[in-house]
């Protein structure tokens, strides 16, 4: 059998710092959460104000009201290091893909759909089968589908910048030098809680996406992002 290429080296290079990144960023957000699982909206909000909602688990620390008469370990100092060491390492890594994607029409070439996948009938025709938990078709054995695509393109143009930017207008300092991207989000507090709510966005799109990478075969998928190439099947004559 001959071997066709799948992946290019910097696709796989971005996309398993991407996946290290994003770990040490759950991990840590986790962490950092539970020394305040309280959220809030507009500019202010701490111990004594009332919250928009709150996780219900115990904090890390004694002085945040939870309603449990214990408070976890507190890991808050080195969770915050990792946790803006790993954002970096993601915005880096994200600008060095979109760059390269750009220029080289990744983007166009693999993940804008198809004129012929713009319909509603192609898009149902793929959710229907991934909800019958069916094996992908031939033809998405080197190509994404439709829905794979659009997936993705939610994930790269306004997950990932979205949770970047919530990330950066939690920080004194960001909100020092451009103010006006703050107050758009509704202040700090509301920032807070938007990074909230599209980190959750991005565990259920990992947990599909594992999902969906076991169905269609984990081994042949976990071959292509590490070597690039996967195995042609033989043609039928």
Same mark, same amino acid.
């Given at each position: 059998?001959?071997?066709?290429?799948?992946?290019?080296?910097?696709?796989?290079?971005?996309?398993?710092?991407?996946?290290?990144?994003?770990?040490?960023?759950?991990?840590?957000?986790?962490?950092?959460?539970?020394?305040?699982?309280?959220?809030?909206?507009?500019?202010?909000?701490?111990s004594?104000?009332?919250?928009?909602?709150?996780?219900?688990?115990?904090?890390?620390?004694?002085?945040?009201?939870?309603?449990y008469?214990?408070?976890?370990?507190?890991?808050?100092?080195?969770?915050?290091?990792?946790?803006?060491?790993?954002?970096?390492?993601l915005?880096?890594?994200? +600008?060095?893909?979109? #760059?390269?994607?750009?220029?080289?029409?990744? *983007? /166009? @070439?693999?993940?804008?759909?198809?004129?012929?996948d $713009?319909?509603?009938?192609?898009?149902?025709?793929?959710?229907?089968?991934?909800?019958?938990?069916?094996?992908?078709?031939?033809?998405?054995?080197?190509?994404?589908?439709?829905?794979?695509?659009?997936?993705?393109?939610?994930?790269?143009?306004?997950?990932?910048?979205?949770?970047?930017?919530?990330?950066?207008?939690?920080?004194?300092?960001?909100?020092?030098?451009?103010?006006?991207?703050?107050?758009?989000?509704?202040?700090?507090?509301?920032?807070?809680?938007?990074?909230?709510?599209?980190?959750?966005?991005?565990?259920?799109? +990992?947990?599909?996406? #594992?999902?969906?990478?076991?169905?269609?075969? *984990? /081994? @042949?998928?976990?071959?292509?992002?590490?070597?690039? $190439?996967?195995?042609?099947?033989?043609?039928?004559?």
């Amino acid at each position: 059998m001959r071997r066709n290429p799948r992946h290019s080296v910097l696709v796989r290079v971005t996309h398993w710092i991407t996946v290290i990144s994003f770990i040490a960023l759950l991990v840590t957000g986790v962490e950092i959460l539970i020394s305040h699982p309280r959220f809030y909206w507009g500019e202010v909000g701490n111990s004594l104000t009332p919250p928009l909602f709150q996780i219900p688990i115990p904090s890390s620390r004694s002085t945040v009201p939870t309603g449990y008469a214990y408070v976890l370990p507190d890991q808050n100092g080195w969770s915050r290091y990792l946790h803006f060491e790993a954002a970096w390492a993601l915005v880096l890594t994200g +600008l060095v893909y979109v #760059v390269s994607g750009l220029r080289t029409r990744h *983007f /166009g @070439t693999n993940l804008f759909p198809a004129p012929e996948d $713009r319909t509603w009938r192609a898009f149902s025709g793929v959710i229907a089968r991934h909800l019958r938990l069916a094996p992908p078709e031939d033809a998405d054995s080197n190509s994404y589908n439709v829905l794979q695509r659009v997936t993705y393109l939610l994930v790269v143009f306004f997950f990932f910048p979205f949770v970047i930017w919530t990330g950066l207008a939690m920080s004194s300092g960001w909100n020092a030098a451009v103010p006006w991207t703050v107050d758009f989000l509704g202040g700090r507090q509301s920032a807070r809680t938007l990074h909230f709510f599209v980190s959750i966005g991005l565990v259920l799109f +990992l947990l599909v996406h #594992v999902a969906m990478i076991a169905l269609s075969g *984990f /081994g @042949t998928r976990m071959r292509e992002m590490i070597t690039g $190439r996967t195995i042609a099947r033989p043609e039928r004559t």
